[in-house]
């Protein structure tokens, strides 16, 4: 059975930092393209970073929302993606979601903006800001 579980939600104070993690199992995780998104009750999906299995190189891309902020990785050993928030902000309250897909021999990952290309979800993470 697929899963991804998030952990390492939580109440922080503006300018702090959050390390969350996305545990996964059920699938050959380094061959997926993951990323990151955050919902806000009522608003739409937004996507916030992204990461390419290592046989595409790695390659990282995040929303402008928070370039310089947040860090996406991965360790493949541990089937495990990271997000690394700093200098967070009272509007980085969300619920925080893991995404996979697989990466296809033709074509990028998804972007950002596709939510809807991405086929597994975990279940989320509160995070909350305080300013």
């Known amino acids: 059975q697929q899963k991804l579980v998030e952990s390492g939600g939580g109440s922080v104070e503006a300018g702090g930092s959050l390390t969350l993690s996305c545990s996964t199992s059920?699938?050959?995780?380094?061959?997926?393209?993951m990323a990151w998104f955050r919902q806000v009750s009522t608003k739409r999906r937004e996507g916030i970073a992204r990461i390419y299995p290592f046989s595409g190189g790695g390659k990282t891309f995040y929303a402008d929302s928070v370039e310089g902020r947040f860090t996406i990785s991965r360790d493949d050993d541990a089937n495990t993606l990271y997000l690394q928030l700093d200098s967070l902000k009272s509007e980085d309250t969300a619920m925080y979601y893991c995404?996979?897909?697989?990466?296809?021999?033709?074509?990028?990952?998804?972007?950002?903006?596709?939510?809807?290309?991405?086929?597994?979800w975990g279940q989320g993470t509160q995070v909350t800001v305080s300013s």
């Open positions: 995404a996979a897909e697989v990466k296809r021999l033709e074509g990028p990952c998804p972007g950002l903006e596709r939510s809807d290309d991405y086929s597994m």
């Open positions: 059920g699938f050959p995780f380094g061959g997926y393209c």
